[in-house]
T-cell receptor
């Protein structure tokens, strides 16, 4: 069955430090992968997406992610974290289901940023 | 800029009651998907509406139902509320059925439902 796993429930980093959030997926075909961010009281905002081509994708707010087929991973990275990056981050994959598409999300990683 | 709005923001209901949640789509978007996000979990797909018809459903019982109106706004109805229905309910609009996930889905801020 298709699934997305985010192994880290909580991560705390210091402001200015680098960040890597892990995402592993299980999907039979070439996956369409996404990273979303959710701040309190806000909806989900798309950070970046991977469909095909270059396996390193750039997103908004200085985020990037690398698709590694051999590891079934799509990890999110940022070289220098800002306090405003504190939020919950969700990795997702699109499932194509005969006439409609839907997103399957991981359980999320909550990021805390220390000053 | 996302124009998806949801109402109400928060809602408290008693077990066994019924609830209606509302979603106003981004202008021009004819597809609406609803998701349930329980505390500490990622969003789970409930169902999707395209041009006023349900065209896809996740693993949710029939007491979860929906409507989409000619202006593409949408409702999620839940009957016989259970404690486990307590969650954040998100709607997302997109330009077309096959655009979901291909082009960006725009999510609303959600409705927080508490069932006591």
């Amino acid at each position: 069955a298709q699934s997305v796993t985010q192994p880290d429930i909580h991560i705390t980093v210091s402001e200015g430090a680098s960040l890597e959030l892990r995402c592993n997926y299980s999907y039979g075909a070439t996956p369409y992968l996404f990273w979303y961010v959710q701040s309190p009281g806000q909806g989900l905002q798309l950070l970046l997406k991977y469909f095909s081509g270059d396996t390193l994708v750039q997103g908004i707010k200085g985020f990037e992610a690398e698709f590694k087929r051999s590891k079934s991973s799509f990890n999110l990275r940022k070289p220098s974290v800002h306090w405003s990056d504190a939020a919950e981050y969700f990795c997702a994959v699109v499932i194509f289901s005969g006439g409609y598409n839907k997103l399957i999300f991981g359980a999320g990683t909550r990021l805390a940023v220390h000053p | 800029e996302t124009g998806v709005t949801q109402s109400p923001t928060h809602l408290i209901k008693t077990r066994g009651q019924q609830v209606t949640l509302r979603c106003s789509s981004q202008s021009g978007h004819n597809t609406v998907s609803w998701y349930q996000q329980a505390l500490g979990q990622g969003p789970q797909f409930i169902f999707q509406y395209y041009r006023e018809e349900e065209n896809g459903r996740g693993n949710f019982p029939p007491r979860f139902s929906g409507l989409q109106f000619p202006n593409y706004s949408s409702e999620l109805n839940v009957n016989a509320l259970e404690l486990d229905d307590s969650a954040l309910y998100l709607c997302a609009s997109s330009l077309g059925v096959l655009e979901v996930g291909i082009r960006e889905q725009y999510f609303g801020p959600g409705t927080r439902l508490t069932v006591t």
